[in-house]
C-alpha cells in the first residue's frame, strides 16, 4: 500500500458574510487555506499556513482540530481577522463584493516550521503572488507545486503571476482568470499559452460547464456533477483544488483525471450548503458514487470545446 502524502497549504483564513438568493450568513469560516484545508482532509495530512486575529472564534479552531489538520504554521496576530463580504444574485450567474476588511491578513508573512519546509505536496492558494513566490522558493524541491490565481492578481500583477506560473507543477485558474492572462478567448489556446510559461498540467475550471484538463501533449474535457440545487458556491474553486490535491497525495503515479474527477466531486458538495459544512459531512463512499456519476458523463476528445 502507498503511503498517503503530507500537504503543505498557504492561504487566506478568513470570516465570510453572505447574501444569497437561498439565505444570508454573517461571519462564517471562510478564506481559501480552510476550504481547501477541509476538503484535502478528506483524503491526506494538511499542514496548513496562515494567519488570523485574536478575534477568530474558538470553532474554526476546534473544526481544524476535528479533522486533524495541523495549525503550527497558522500565525495569531493582535488585530481583526479578515473578513470578506459578498452578495450573489438571483440566479448566481455574478457576484458582488459588498466588503473586503484585510485585517491582520494586509502584513501576513508565511513563516513555516522547517521541518514542513519538506512536505512532498505544497498548495499556494490566491494569496498575493509575493507571498506564493517567497513559499515556493523555500519549499522548491516539493515533489508538486499546486498554485491558484484570481483576477485580481493578473490585473495588478501579471509578471508576477508569471512567475508564479513558471515555478508550478500544476495551475489551477478559471476560465475568465485564463482570458484575462493570456488574452485569448478560446480554452486550448489559451492553456497552451499557460504551458509555455511552465507548467505541465493545468487545469481550466469553467462552473458549471465543467474543466479541462490540459497536459503539454492532449487535453480532456471533464464534466461536472449536476447540483440540483445551489446555494453558496463561495468554496467551490479551494474545495476542487483540495480534492485535487487530496487524490495526487494517495502516492503512487500521479492520476491527474482521476485527481480532476475527486475535485469535481467534492465541489459539487462544496456549493450545497452555506460555507464549508457540507464539507463537513461528506464521506469518501459519498464521493466515490458522484466520481463515477462524472465520469459517465465524460466526452473524451481534444477538440471538445472548439
Known amino acids: 500500500m502507498q503511503e498517503i502524502k503530507t500537504i503543505l497549504a498557504v492561504g487566506s483564513i478568513a470570516l465570510d458574510t453572505l447574501q444569497t438568493p437561498n439565505g444570508n450568513r454573517e461571519n462564517i469560516l471562510g478564506g ?10 478528506l483524503f491526506a495530512p494538511v499542514k496548513l499556513v496562515g494567519v488570523v486575529g485574536n478575534d477568530y472564534p474558538e470553532a474554526g479552531w476546534q473544526l481544524f482540530k476535528s479533522r486533524n489538520i495541523n ?3 497558522v500565525q495569531i496576530v493582535d488585530g481583526n481577522t479578515f473578513r470578506w463580504g459578498g452578495k450573489y444574485n438571483h440566479d448566481y450567474s455574478s457576484r458582488d463584493t459588498l ?48 498554485s491558484d490565481t484570481m483576477n485580481l492578481w493578473i490585473d495588478m500583477s501579471p ?32 492553456a497552451n499559452q499557460l504551458h509555455a510559461a511552465g507548467p505541465d498540467i493545468v487545469v481550466i475550471k469553467m462552473g ?52 480532476v474527477l475527486t475535485g469535481s466531486a467534492v465541489a459539487s458538495y462544496s456549493v450545497e450548503n452555506f460555507g464549508p459544512e457540507s464539507l463537513l459531512s461528506v464521506t469518501r463512499k459519498d464521493l466515490e458514487g458522484r466520481i463515477a456519476a462524472i465520469r459517465g458523463r465524460m466526452l473524451v476528445k481534444d477538440d471538445a470545446l472548439k
Open 32 to 41: 481559501s487555506a480552510t476550504y481547501f484545508s477541509l476538503a484535502a482532509s
Open 71 to 73: 495549525t503550527d504554521n
Open 99 to 146: 466588503f473586503t476588511e484585510l485585517g491582520v491578513f494586509e502584513s501576513f508573512s508565511p513563516i513555516i516550521r522547517d521541518d514542513d519546509l519538506q512536505s512532498p505536496l505544497v498548495f499556494l492558494g490566491n494569496i498575493q503572488p509575493d507571498l506564493q513566490m517567497d513559499v515556493a522558493r523555500l519549499t522548491i524541491s516539493a515533489e508538486y507545486i499546486v
Open 159 to 190: 509578471d508576477k503571476v508569471g512567475e508564479v506560473l513558471a515555478i508550478s507543477s500544476v495551475f489551477l485558474l478559471n476560465h475568465e482568470e485564463a482570458f484575462q492572462f493570456t488574452g485569448t478567448n478560446d480554452i486550448p489556446d489559451a
Open 208 to 259: 458549471a460547464d465543467g474543466s479541462y484538463l490540459s497536459f503539454k501533449d492532449g487535453a480532456l474535457f471533464v464534466p461536472v456533477f449536476p447540483v440540483e440545487k445551489v446555494i453558496d458556491p463561495t468554496g467551490a474553486g479551494d474545495s476542487f483544488a483540495g480534492g485535487f490535491m487530496g487524490c495526487l497525495a494517495q502516492g503512487g503515479k500521479p492520476d491527474f483525471l482521476e485527481a
